[in-house]
């Protein structure tokens, strides 16, 4: 995938998680989602407001979270749902359609994968089926494998092999972990108990043990 077909895949994931989210109820929008702390339309806010993050407001929001950034991405999220109603954060996610804002140290791979893994945190706990395209995950497991930060997934997985069992990926050695690359993105991304139902290997009881 070109930098072209990524910006399309993101409009896609965008579009579909606005399907999604207009089938919801009020209660839906208000359930815990995978997110520790985040309720669905927290969910929602963050990916809102990633189309929003210039240097400005990232200095000034990381400042009030003293310098944390997993505080301060889990702040404005919560902040920006609570100002705002269900209505809002639909239209809000409307326009973010066609949307090529990248935040800085940020790629457009980056908008793919935080939009892939989000729409499973929103639908997971709901009970609902929300497919995740192959190619796109692929591109977004390339793209969470090889920087350390934020989810350290080489050093945390490094001892596993893991193996698509639906695209060409592969990659380490050890204990085989394998299974669907959308699953294999949410256990690359610290989505667990989501991601091992779906995957098979020696690697993954290991994996459970590890997480007790």
Not at 124 to 144: C, D, F, K, S, T
Not at 164 to 174: M, N
Request: proline share 3%; net charge neutral.
């Amino acid at each position: 995938m070109n930098a072209e077909d990524i910006w399309k895949a993101v409009d896609t994931e965008r579009r579909s998680l606005l399907q999604l989210l207009e089938q919801l109820s009020a209660s839906q929008w208000r359930h815990a989602s995978l997110c520790e702390r985040w309720q669905v339309r927290d969910v929602v806010a963050h990916a809102v407001l990633s189309t929003e993050a210039t240097v400005g407001r990232v200095l000034v929001n990381l400042l009030r979270a003293r310098g944390d950034v997993d505080r301060m991405v889990c702040d404005t999220a919560i902040r920006h749902a609570a100002e705002s109603d269900d209505s809002q954060l639909l239209r809000e996610m409307r326009g973010t359609f066609g949307s090529r804002f990248t935040a800085i140290g940020t790629t457009a791979a980056d908008r793919l994968m935080d939009l892939l893994v989000h729409g499973q945190d929103i639908a997971v706990p709901l009970g609902i089926r929300h497919e995740m395209p192959v190619e796109a995950a692929r591109m977004a497991m390339e793209r969470v494998w090889n920087p350390r930060f934020p989810f350290r997934a080489a050093t945390k997985l490094g001892s596993y092999r893991l193996r698509a069992t639906d695209t060409e990926w592969t990659v380490g050695s050890g204990p085989l972990i394998e299974g669907p690359v959308s699953a294999l993105l949410l256990l690359v991304t610290g989505r667990d108990s989501a991601a091992l139902p779906d995957l098979s290997g020696d690697g993954v009881a290991l994996v459970r043990q590890a997480g007790r």
